[in-house]
């Protein structure tokens, strides 16, 4: 158990329709990152808050927002679903403090949220 | 950030040692190399990381070559729960606004499967 939690395990629903994903880091973790996972694509990031900021985009589509909540729990938006959003999507987090420039602290991911879009 | 070329599967015995080789001939020297694995549908945990010295840790060894151009991950005694997907994954250690360190690029990895 990493400690990093994310509801709900599965989600299915239609195109077009809108969904909400959510994730709780672990307890003093203050970096927040989302990734998704299909067949074809692999494991991709898509953005990353830390504190409660936006700090990196990756792929993520204009379809898809987040954000970060002063409890530091995220939510990732997902709208106007379509076919191709079906994947596995990670929420990661990790301490994100600033030290030592040789410091390396580890992102811990969630089970997972399997979202299919009939 | 340096690309990294894994072989796309491998086979270990369970109870002899995983050799897992990763080459990223481009690496820079501010780049670290990182080790994660995925169980079937998990999600990812972290292995271990390394910038030039060899490193160990309760879970596996990381040798990194002289020149850093590859490395090789050992699971010492592999067992039937170490099959999984390896990534090597090379990136720096660097500070966005804020502290917060960056996002992690996954390639395809190492399909590992550790048979009785």
């Known amino acids: 158990d990493s400690g990093v939690t994310q509801t709900p395990k599965h989600l299915i629903t239609a195109t077009g329709q809108r969904v909400t994903l959510r994730c709780s880091p672990r307890?003093?973790?203050?970096?927040v990152y989302w990734y998704q996972q299909s067949l074809d694509q692999g494991l991709q990031f898509l953005i990353q808050?830390?504190?409660?900021?936006?700090?990196a985009k990756g792929n993520i589509l204009e379809r898809f927002s987040a954000q970060q909540f002063p409890d530091l729990h995220s939510e990732l938006n997902l709208s106007s679903l379509e076919l191709g959003d079906s994947a596995l999507y990670f929420c990661?987090?990790?301490?994100?403090?600033?030290?030592?420039?040789?410091?390396?602290?580890?992102?811990?991911f969630g089970p997972g949220t399997r979202l299919t879009v009939l | 950030d340096a690309k990294t070329t894994q072989p796309p599967s491998m086979d270990c015995a369970e109870g002899r040692a995983a050799n897992l080789p990763c080459n990223h001939s481009?690496?820079?020297?501010?780049?670290?190399v990182y080790w994660y694995r995925q169980i079937h549908s998990q999600g990812p945990q972290y292995i271990i990381h390394g910038l030039k010295n060899n490193e160990t840790n309760e879970m596996a060894s990381l040798i990194i070559t002289e020149d850093r151009k590859s490395s090789t991950l050992i699971l010492p005694h592999a067992t039937l729960r170490d099959t999984a997907v390896y990534y090597c994954?090379?990136?720096?250690?660097?500070?966005?606004?804020?502290?917060?360190?960056?996002?992690?690029?996954f390639g395809k990895g190492t399909k590992l499967s550790v048979k009785p």
């Open positions: 808050y830390y504190n409660g900021e936006e700090r």
């Open positions: 307890s003093g973790d203050l970096s």
């Open positions: 994954i090379v990136r720096s250690i660097r500070k966005v606004d804020g502290g917060s360190q960056g996002n992690l690029i």
């Open positions: 990661a987090s990790s301490l994100g403090l600033a030290g030592a420039i040789s410091s390396y602290n580890e992102q811990f």
């Open positions: 481009t690496i820079s020297g501010n780049e670290y």
